[in-house]
């Protein structure tokens, strides 16, 4: 199993997993020391970068920095990084934080991890803007239209499916999950945020259990189709290394 979302650096050691996932940073505090947990769980990837929560603390000196620590083994892609309507922090600082990182990240060959919420026409214009089909990456916690799967699919990003396929009540993203490219479909927990239950292998099995159900695979084939997409999407292979 492959978790493409997992804050691993915000959970107690001993629920940190030995199986493969990305652990994206929020903001620079975590930068260093992320780059430090890949050296001691090799299947541990990581994403640097400045979630649009922190927009406001971004400098000059950032952008710096990060291009310097994407460089570390480990850090596969840049992340997680966005646009968030609920904020505070002015569109216009969260578009230029967004577009700094993006450009690294396409300098650099990086896939980035997205974070959207409730801006995802904006958003849409600025990878597009900003070319990131080049380097691909995955659209963290998708919870959109069929349609919007397949503009994001068409700009070479994966969708992360997380546990809002298990709520009863969302009744578009098991369509989105059925109709979408079977390469498109990666599948992430967000722990320690949306998990109340200290086994974090289940709630993600649980997740590609829905995922098998939705596209009547069996689970080891869900298993192994999401984990290879998340490799070849990252960049990584299965003997901790990177490509
Ligand atoms: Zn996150």
Same mark, same amino acid.
């Given at each position: 199993?492959? !978790?493409?979302?997992?804050?691993?650096?915000?959970?107690?050691?001993?629920?940190?997993?030995?199986?493969?996932?990305?652990?994206?940073?929020? &903001?620079?505090?975590?930068?260093?020391?992320?780059?430090?947990?890949?050296?001691?769980?090799?299947?541990?990837?990581?994403?640097?970068?400045?979630?649009?929560?922190?927009?406001?603390?971004?400098?000059?000196?950032?952008?710096?920095?990060?291009?310097?620590?994407?460089?570390?083994?480990?850090?596969? /892609?840049?992340?997680?990084?966005?646009?968030?309507?609920?904020?505070? +922090?002015?569109?216009?600082?969260?578009?230029?934080?967004?577009? %700094?990182?993006?450009?690294?990240?396409? !300098?650099?060959?990086?896939?980035?991890?997205?974070?959207?919420?409730?801006?995802?026409?904006?958003?849409?214009?600025?990878?597009?803007?900003?070319?990131?089909?080049?380097?691909?990456?995955?659209?963290?916690?998708?919870?959109? =239209?069929?349609?919007?799967?397949?503009?994001?699919?068409?700009? &070479? $990003?994966? @969708?992360? +499916?997380?546990? @809002? @396929?298990? &709520?009863? #009540?969302? =009744?578009?993203?098991?369509?989105?999950? #059925?109709?979408?490219?079977?390469? =498109?479909?990666?599948?992430?927990? !967000?722990?320690?945020?949306?998990?109340?239950?200290?086994?974090?292998? *289940?709630?993600?099995?649980?997740?590609?259990? /829905?995922?098998? !159900?939705?596209? %009547?695979? =069996?689970?080891?084939?869900?298993?192994? +189709?999401? *984990?290879?997409? /998340?490799?070849?999407? $990252?960049?990584? &292979?299965?003997?901790? %290394?990177?490509?």
């Amino acid at each position: 199993m492959f !978790d493409t979302h997992i804050h691993a650096y915000q959970l107690p050691a001993r629920h940190r997993m030995a199986r493969e996932c990305l652990v994206p940073a929020v &903001n620079e505090d975590e930068w260093s020391d992320l780059v430090a947990l890949h050296q001691h769980h090799v299947h541990f990837w990581v994403a640097l970068g400045v979630h649009p929560q922190y927009a406001d603390c971004w400098t000059p000196q950032h952008a710096m920095t990060l291009e310097r620590q994407l460089r570390k083994p480990g850090v596969v /892609a840049v992340g997680e990084i966005g646009l968030d309507k609920r904020l505070n +922090i002015p569109m216009r600082v969260q578009e230029q934080v967004l577009r %700094s990182q993006l450009r690294l990240a396409v !300098d650099l060959g990086k896939p980035v991890i997205l974070h959207d919420v409730h801006c995802i026409g904006r958003l849409l214009s600025i990878l597009k803007e900003e070319r990131v089909a080049a380097v691909g990456g995955v659209m963290h916690g998708f919870y959109g =239209s069929v349609e919007m799967a397949q503009e994001l699919v068409a700009l &070479n $990003l994966g @969708l992360g +499916i997380g546990r @809002l @396929l298990l &709520n009863a #009540k969302s =009744s578009r993203l098991p369509s989105v999950v #059925k109709t979408v490219p079977a390469q =498109s479909l990666v599948v992430e927990t !967000d722990a320690p945020w949306r998990v109340a239950v200290a086994d974090w292998r *289940r709630p993600l099995l649980d997740i590609i259990t /829905a995922v098998a !159900d939705c596209r %009547s695979w =069996s689970v080891l084939d869900a298993v192994r +189709i999401t *984990r290879n997409n /998340a490799r070849r999407i $990252l960049r990584v &292979n299965g003997e901790g %290394s990177h490509e």
